[in-house]
């Protein structure tokens, strides 16, 4: 059996377990690790001060915009893709892999563009005080420009997902990554460069995770061929793309939107409050990360099943991505909750303030972390099945709907306790109108598995 063929088997007649673990494993190690190199980046710029952890905190949201652009187009794709695999059109599949790939890269050069241009007045809009502001325009600079790698990456991590090929997005992320770790210490200290040294690293390691995805298509690894000739823009190529792409377009954007809120908030606090919720930040999407990695393992899958009508498999998809997630972040928020202090206090020098504000929110972030995978099975679930709208509800519940109105409001009554406490209350919320949006839809499910057995019974 060639590869290709096994990766379709994988999709589609593997053990859930087998091809949760075949498909979901590698990338939420990835993804883990990238998340992970964050948390390092944090922590060797930590050593330079307050203002300076400040600044990548500040610069953060903006990059996970222009890096939206990968998600929009890239995630939209891999939807489409597999469902398009699971009904057997290769053909269509491999165009909407060229489209996806191809538009990204467009739309975020002209994204990074437009963002270099107003580069300062963004970084005030996102939280930058006046001692912030100069170290994050020297960081941004450098690292904004470089997403245009990590857009590429995002859109590739996407797409090869979709074919069942897991594993080359665990190492195009883990080599990035590790890349990453090693060069932070050398750019910052040993050369001397700062918070420019920690951009550059960045960038050099997207880089080298754009090669691995360039390797993979030019030893034609990959299903599909990338050509700029099969680009589509038919009107059921995009708007199957953009149903998808635009909710997690949209999910993005609102946590750029809620980072810079908080930045906005915590900078009436001074920049410990600034740095301490920043950390917070980093150390939450460590673990939702994780979560994020294991389910784009279990989208493809999800949408295979769909499209080809295998709801038991489908079923037991939901089921065990439910409790392996559930499990995960239920030892990760134990962690953070039990020793919130040990872990901020290694991102300072010593600032007991910034320490005291990061571990009461990392605390009661831990608390209501335990409930993000299954809050995360089903947004993401949605997004598989095609199901634009309510992806896009769910989608927009954590970081916005929720979360938005008690960023805004909390502080106002509750000061500093409210800016901390916003997210694990936006936490719950979401994962309890979740519950109200799963029952309707196993319902739809349950009626669509007895259609299909009544006409495969009468056509028997």
């Known amino acids: 059996m060639n590869s ?46 307050e203002s300076q952890m400040g600044a990548i905190s500040v610069v953060y949201p903006l990059g996970q915009v222009v890096v939206g652009l990968g998600l929009l187009f890239g995630n939209g794709a891999a939807s489409y893709i597999s469902r398009l695999l699971g009904r057997g059109d290769k053909e269509n599949a491999d165009k909407v892999a060229s489209t996806a790939l191809y538009s990204s890269v467009s739309a975020g050069a002209v994204i990074i563009i437009i963002s270099m241009v107003f580069l300062h007045p963004i970084l005030k809009l996102l939280g930058a005080t006046d001692s912030i502001l100069p170290f994050a325009a020297t960081y941004a600079s450098i690292y904004i420009v470089s997403c245009i790698f990590n857009v590429f990456n995002v859109t590739m991590n996407n797409i090869v997902t979709s074919e069942g090929a897991a594993k080359t997005t665990m190492c195009a992320l883990l080599t990035g990554a590790v890349l990453n770790i090693a060069l932070d210490p050398l750019f910052i200290y040993v050369f001397d460069l700062g918070v420019a040294g920690a951009a550059i690293a960045t960038a050099i390691s997207q880089v080298v995770s754009t090669c691995v995805y360039l390797t993979y298509i030019l030893r034609k690894k990959s299903v599909f061929h990338f050509r700029v000739k099969d680009c589509t823009y038919t009107k059921e190529t995009m708007s199957e793309i953009f149903k998808i792409g635009i909710p997690t377009l949209v999910f993005q954007i609102l946590t750029s939107v809620s980072i810079s809120l908080i930045n906005n908030a915590a900078g009436d606090y001074g920049d410990s409050a600034i740095a301490g919720m920043g950390v917070v930040t980093r150390l939450i999407s460590m673990g939702s990360l994780s979560v994020f990695g294991f389910i784009k393992g279990f989208q493809p899958i999800a949408g295979y099943s769909y499209g080809a009508k295998k709801f038991d498999r489908l079923r037991e998809a939901i089921k065990t991505s439910i409790l392996w997630s559930t499990v995960f972040c239920v030892i990760f928020g134990v962690i953070l909750a039990l020793f919130p202090t040990a872990i901020v206090s290694q991102f300072t020098k010593g600032d007991a303030e910034m320490i005291r504000i990061g571990a009461a929110s990392l605390r009661a972030n831990g608390i209501s972390i335990m409930l993000f995978g299954f809050y995360t099975v089903y947004s993401s679930l949605f997004l598989a099945l095609g199901k634009g709208r309510e992806g896009f509800i769910l989608g927009a519940l954590r970081q916005g709907i929720c979360f938005i109105p008690l960023i805004l409001l909390l502080p106002m009554v509750w000061g500093l306790n409210g800016i901390m406490y916003a997210q694990p209350i936006a936490d719950v919320l979401s994962a309890a109108i979740t519950v109200f949006m799963a029952i309707p839809l196993h319902k739809k499910l349950n009626e669509m598995q007895k259609q299909t057995a009544a006409i495969n019974t009468n056509n028997n």
């Open 4 to 49: 290709q063929s096994k990766k379709m088997e994988l999709l589609g007649s593997a053990s859930i377990p087998k091809a949760l673990l075949s498909m979901g494993i590698p990338t939420m190690i990835g993804m883990l690790v990238n998340a992970f190199y964050n948390l390092v980046d944090a922590y060797f710029i930590g050593g330079l001060g």
